[in-house]
């Protein structure tokens, strides 16, 4: 068996990665090396840029010296790590709904993360990049939550990546999506417009709040569908912070159902009976601007089989 190690290395940095990452590029030349790798020797100031430590969102420069030091991943070989996530991953390749030579649009099911990190070997992006040992780049253009569903962008090219990225702040991307929250939410309460924050707390997991101080935050909601005592709504989020929606619903007094974080977990125990136990948000609709073509493109990725059985449920019981 042999020993996956890797050398100490200086690379120089063109236009080709003009702008990128750190944190990306590492992980783009290092494809089977875990995320948190990759950040441990950040934050320990291992890898230097002109011979300076850096952040893990520093952007490079035409001319940065890059020095990797030399690591040791243990005695398992590249080719077995690299084979055990192929066992694991092939199902990447029947969510894919598009693709072409610019960009992937895939249906991402719930519980599983875009990316590595915090405690995750790989996700979605790891997978791909596992898959297609060949491509020379693939990378995440937005991110949805773990235990978010549906439609995730990735672009096939640096170029590709600017250009949507540019869309992404001049907000031409609209993003539609499906939610089913408790209680009966008010059709006159469609939009909520309130500045959110995120704490880190020493134990425990993030939570994002509603904060004087915090960065402006806007979704726009319209209610599809009635039941006993839960609303199935469209959200359409005007900005992109970290568990907008899910924040935004709970403010508004109608938590969104499965919500293990912000939600209602007496109303979520009733709610087990619907067959339901994950988040019920689904990433349903992109409309965007083709980068290449410039035509526009409108794709929607289908709920799972649990999300159907919760709504057919509930219509079911409304019928009694």
């Known amino acids: 068996m042999t020993k996956n190690y890797c050398k100490l290395q200086n690379i120089t940095i063109t236009d080709k990665n003009l702008n990128q990452r750190i944190d990306n590029f590492l992980y783009s030349k290092f494809k089977n090396i875990p995320k948190n790798f990759i950040y441990r020797i950040l934050r320990k100031g291992q890898v230097r840029v002109n011979k ?65 990190g915090s405690g995750l070997n790989f996700g979605v992006i790891e997978g791909l990049r596992a898959l297609r040992p060949r491509s020379s780049f693939l990378e995440l253009v937005h991110r949805i939550d773990k235990d978010t569903s549906g439609l995730l962008l990735i672009a096939k090219k640096r170029s590709m ?18 939610t089913l929250v408790n209680g009966i939410w008010p059709k006159s309460l469609n939009r909520i417009n309130v500045p959110l924050i995120k704490i880190n707390p020493r134990y425990g997991k993030s939570m994002v709040c509603v904060d004087i101080n915090g960065r402006p935050s806007e979704t726009y909601f319209t209610v599809e569908e009635y039941f006993q005592s839960s609303t199935l709504m469209k959200a359409n989020p005007v900005t992109g912070y970290t568990h907008q929606i899910r924040v935004h619903t709970l403010y508004a007094g ?33 409309t965007l601007i083709h980068p290449k073509t410039k035509k526009l493109m409108y794709i929607e990725a289908p709920i799972d089989e649990m999300l159907k059985k919760c709504l057919n449920n509930l219509r079911f019981c409304m019928k009694k």
């Open 52 to 116: 300076k430590r850096i952040k893990p969102f520093y952007k490079l420069e035409i001319g940065d010296n890059i020095r990797i030091p030399p690591f040791y991943l243990g005695n398992q070989s590249s080719k077995q790590i690299f084979q055990k996530k192929i066992h694991d991953i092939t199902f990447l390749n029947k969510i894919i709904l598009y693709e072409d030579d610019s960009l992937i649009v895939l249906n991402k099911p719930s519980g599983i993360a875009v990316h590595g």
């Open 161 to 178: 990546l600017r250009l949507l990225h540019e869309q992404l702040r001049n907000k031409s991307i609209k993003k539609t999506y499906l």
């Open 254 to 286: 109608h938590p969104i159902l499965f919500d293990k974080r912000y939600g209602n977990k007496n109303f979520n125990n009733k709610v087990i009976t619907t067959g339901l136990n994950r988040l019920f948000l689904h990433a349903f609709s992109l």
